[in-house]
Each structure stands twice: as C-alpha cells, then as structure tokens.
C-alpha cells in the first residue's frame, strides 16, 4: 500500500511541475495532490449537457477528475449530485433524465476512486432551472449536475 | 313538464386551507366556434329586488362555448327575451338560425335560497326537451349553472356532459425570492380554486382516485421526490412512496384498490404497481431503460407508459401484470404522458415535433396520430371525464397558464389565472362534484 503512495505522489509531482509553469508558481508546488489547473478547477460546481443527453463531455469530465482528485486527497469529503433539465418534455421523463445524468457523474467518480458510500445522487427534473427564460441559452444552463461536496 | 330537482352541495370549508383569487377563463378563444350547435340564450330573468352572486345563463354559455360544440347566437340578433313558455315565438329564433333556445329565471327564497329554473327548446320542432326547478343555497349557485349546462350538452349531444367536474394544477409564486408552490383543486371553468397542498419545494403529478375522494401527488418537500396520497375530504394525508432514488408518476388503477408508480430502487426508473391497503409493491417493468408515466386503460386490463427502450421516448402498453408489452407510437422522435380517453378508444400524450411540444391523440383503431395544438411548449393533457375536451398547460407570454382544446381540436381558450405559473393539470375522473356531509 506504501509502495503505491509512493508512486501516486511521485505521479502527481510530476504532473504538478508540468501543471506549474504557466502559472508562475515554483516548480513542483501543488495543493494536496492536484494540479493548479485542477485546483482551479475545483471552483466550477457545475457540469453541462446536451439535450437529451447524459454524456458527459470532455470539459465535464476535466471538472469531475478535479472533485475527485479533491476527495481521494479528503477521505471524509462526501458529495452531493444533483441533476436537472431543461423544462422542455414531460416532468416525470425529466425527473427520470435528471437522475441519468446524476448517475453518470457518480460512475465517473467511482471510476476515478471515490467509494459509492461518499456519493448520494438525487434529481430533480426540470423543477429547480437556474435561468428562467424560455430559450436556447437559458435551456442550457439547466441542463446540469450540480457538486455539492462537504 | 317541469321536475323538482334539489341539489345538496356543501361548502369546501373543512378542507380548504384558503379561498385564493379565482381564475378567470379569458377571451382568447383561437378557433371559432361557429362550427357548434347554433344555440340562443336569454339571460336569466331575475324576479325581485335581490341580485344573485352569479349570472347563471353566462357561465352556462361559457361552459357550451368552451366545449367547442356549441355556438352562442349574439344577443343583438335576439328578436324577443323570453322567460316564460308562454312567450316564446319558435320562428322568431328559426329566423336568426338559432337551433337551440335556453330560457329561465331565478329569484330569492324568502329562506334565503334562490330558486332557478330553465327550460331548453328544440327551435326546429318547436318542443321542450327540458325543463326543471332547482331549489339551493346562493354559493352553489355556479354549481347550479354547470348542472344546467350538462343538461344542454346531454339532451343535445346525446353524450354526458363535463360541466360539474373538476380540475386539480399546480401553481407556482415567487413571492420576495421565496418559491411557494401550491396544489389546487378548481371547477371546471377553473373558478374558486381551494389550496390542498402548500410547499416552498415543488409539488407535481397530481393524479385523481376514480371517486374523486383523493389525490395523489409527487412532492419535494423532504429535498427528493416521495409520493403521497391525500384525502379532499378530511385533508388526511398519506405517505406512499419514499424509496431511495425517484418516487414518482402515480396513477390510481380504475377500480381504486392499486396505484402505478415509478420508482427508480432498483438502479433505474421502472413501473411499479401497489396495492393502495396493503402497501405491496410489485415490479412490471424489468429494462435498463427509462420508464415512466403509468397510466390505466379505464377497464384496468392494461397499462400504457413512456418508455425510451428504443433509443427515445415512446408510450408502449402492456398488461396489467407487466406481461405483452407493446409499442404504440411510431411518428415522431418523442412521444410522451399518454392517458386514454375514457372510452378507450384514443389516447391524448404530448408529440414533438421539429422541436415543438403539441398535445395529440391517437386513435388506437388505425394507430393515427392527431395533433390538436401548435404551441411549442404544451404538456400534461388531461381528458374530461366525457373524453370531448382535453386540459393542459401551455407557456403563454413567458407564463405557464392552462388551456382546454375540443377533442377534435376545434376550440382552445387559455384559462388566466392572477398569480404566478400554473402547470400539471388534471381532470377529475367523474363529473360530479364532490359531496359530503359534515
């Protein structure tokens, strides 16, 4: 187990000094294990989706390894996943897209190390929009999963 | 002839947490109606000094124009106002084209109680086919109007009426930042609307018991979504469903004993069916994929629901026991919340369309599908309980509002409400009031 510590921190220090140069900060400095991009990162509590899509995108997934960078480094963190819709389609279908979503992003931080018993998901359709106009721009900001981690 | 008819109604005051502002059923009608039945009617004459809370012969009218079957003559063309047998002049009404002629009058009780009384003409032939006296107290006088006008509809449609019943919707305020989300049950023209149901967490899916004794209903209020069942009676309140992951859609089965749900325990949203005394839950659905939206075919034999087995939502039907499942729709990308029409002969569910959300029907027979709305942001429909009228909830102006259309999309009119969103309408499954004795 020490061994494979070892080597993880070995890792990360390896991609924190390539992280590091463009931010001026002295080479091979991190914060508890994630790189200053991901550390930034840590700061978008939001991933967005297509319509009628539970996909996760290349930029969604970037933001998903920073959380779960995060909790792999705080054992107690737990986190919250909620996923939404925009308002367009029947309420039920959404509640159940809304939960898709959701569980997508829980796979994906099983999959990235955090245990199942840290993530609790829940949805909640098209009932709680951020932006409550009815057009393309406002529908896509609805479409969302929140973190919520503590 | 003229029978006695008494009404025993009594106020909504047990249950009723408040008596919020009444929705107003606006001008906008987008179709004509002069398509329907040409009928006359003669404001009610009023005998006396006292004046009624109601105009009974305008909600009457109201309630035919809205059921896209009718078409109220003007009353500038009225040749004569008659309120008596005696004064009606049969060709003067064949002369404006009317074919139907409605008269009455209504007078204070010295008890306090209004008595009305109508009687509705064939012009053509020249003969009563109605006539009756109603005895009741003034705040039922509405009531009153909307009987009269199942009345009219029966004798000249030969089908029921659906003036008498009720809707139950959702509303949503913002009230200084605060979200306040209520469930309401309204008449049918969506006047006097009583509060059943307040939360500052929204609240969907209502769904009326077969008796019209209760409501079943999705609710947030614990910060995810649980079922409850809740009595229009005694306000008594039921939890039904509070299972990990979603708890949704219920729809009563026709006999009242079983509701169908969604729950998604299991890893994935699949229909459920539990017994309503006994809380058993058994599992219909058994697919990887979304399903959702339960409704009863009204002989309880089968089920139909959303499914997106195939890639995108769909309304497939199976056996009441999970067993034969059959897909329905085949035209569009997105069909969904299918719920039959009370002959189950049609289904009405929500039909994309370029982007557009319509409300349709399918004809089961020949597997057509009808679409009866060109908004792009319907949903929710609702049959009347005589499958001839369809309730849903539209955007209009950036507002969800509600709107009826004919079941032959003939006549739409957009119900206006004074405050806030209103969406998840449901049409009470009979078409009388609910009565009670206290």
């Known amino acids: ?150 | 002839m003229v029978r006695r008819v008494g009404l025993l109604l009594v106020a909504w005051g047990v249950i009723a947490c408040s008596q919020t502002a009444q929705a107003v059923l606006t001008i906008e009608i987008t179709q004509s109606a002069d398509v329907g039945l040409p009928i006359a009617i003669v404001p009610f004459a009023l005998q006396g000094k006292d004046k009624p809370a109601h105009d009974v012969a305008a909600v009457v009218e109201a309630d035919l124009a809205r059921s896209g079957r009718f078409a109220p003559v003007p009353r500038k063309h009225f040749l004569g106002t008659p309120h008596e047998d005696k004064d009606v002049v049969f060709k003067d009404w064949r002369r404006i084209k009317a074919e139907a002629l409605l008269i009455g009058k209504k007078k204070k009780l010295p008890n306090g109680q209004w008595q009305v009384e109508f009687r509705l003409y064939d012009v053509f032939k020249g003969k009563q086919l109605a006539g009756y006296i109603f005895r009741v107290d003034e705040n039922a006088l509405r009531a009153t109007a909307h009987q009269i006008s199942d009345v009219v509809y029966e004798r000249l449609t030969g089908e029921p009426g659906a003036f008498s019943s009720r809707i139950a919707y959702v509303t949503k305020e913002t009230l200084k930042k605060r979200n306040v989300y209520k469930l309401q049950v309204a008449d049918s023209d969506g006047y006097g609307p009583v509060t059943i149901v307040k939360s500052p967490e929204p609240l969907l899916s209502p769904a009326w018991s077969p008796d019209g004794g209760r409501l079943a209903y999705v609710s947030f209020e614990e910060q995810r979504s649980m079922v409850y069942a809740q009595s229009l009676v005694d306000g008594k309140r039921e939890k039904l469903a509070e299972f990990t992951g979603i708890n949704g859609a219920p729809a009563w089965s026709p006999d009242g004993k079983r509701l169908a749900l969604t729950l998604s325990r299991d890893g994935n949203p699949e229909i459920y069916v539990m017994d309503a005394a006994s809380k058993r839950l058994t599992r219909l659905t058994k697919n990887y994929a979304i399903d959702t939206e339960p409704a009863w075919s009204p002989d309880g034999r089968h089920i139909i629901f959303t499914s997106d087995r195939a890639g995108q939502p769909q309304i497939y039907r199976m056996d009441a026991d999970g067993g034969d499942v059959t897909r329905l729709t085949f035209e569009g990308s997105y069909n969904a919340r299918a719920s039959y029409a009370p002959d189950g002969a049609t289904l009405t569910l929500v039909s994309r369309n370029g982007g557009a959300y319509h409300i349709a029907i399918l004809h089961l027979a020949n597997n057509l599908l009808q679409v009866l709305t060109d908004t792009p942001l319907d949903e929710s429909p609702s049959f009347a309980p005589n499958g001839r009228m369809v309730l849903y909830a539209t955007e209009v102006r950036g507002g969800g509002v509600l709107a009826s259309v004919s079941a032959d999309g003939r006549v739409r009119q957009v119900f206006k409400f004074e405050q806030g969103d209103v969406r998840e309408p449901a049409w009470s499954p009979s078409n009388q009031p609910l009565q009670y004795t206290e």
């Open chain 1, 1 to 150: 187990m020490r061994k494979k510590a070892w080597v993880l921190l070995a890792a990360l220090a390896v991609l924190g000094v390539a992280g590091c140069q463009t931010t001026g900060v002295p080479s091979g400095a991190e914060t508890g294990g994630l790189t200053n991009a991901q550390v930034a990162l840590l700061a978008e509590q939001r991933v967005y989706f297509d319509f009628d899509s539970s996909t996760i995108s290349g930029e969604s997934r970037a933001i998903i390894e920073a959380h779960a960078a995060d909790m792999r480094g705080r054992g107690r963190a737990t986190v919250a996943l909620e996923g939404h819709c925009d308002e367009r389609g029947t309420r039920e279908y959404n509640l159940a897209l809304g939960e898709r979503r959701a569980q997508a992003v829980a796979r994906l931080f099983r999959a990235l190390g955090v245990s199942a018993n840290r993530i609790t998901t829940v949805s909640y359709g098209e009932e709680k929009p951020v932006a409550l106009e009815h057009n393309e721009a406002a529908w896509r900001q609805n479409r969302r999963v929140e973190i919520i981690k503590r």
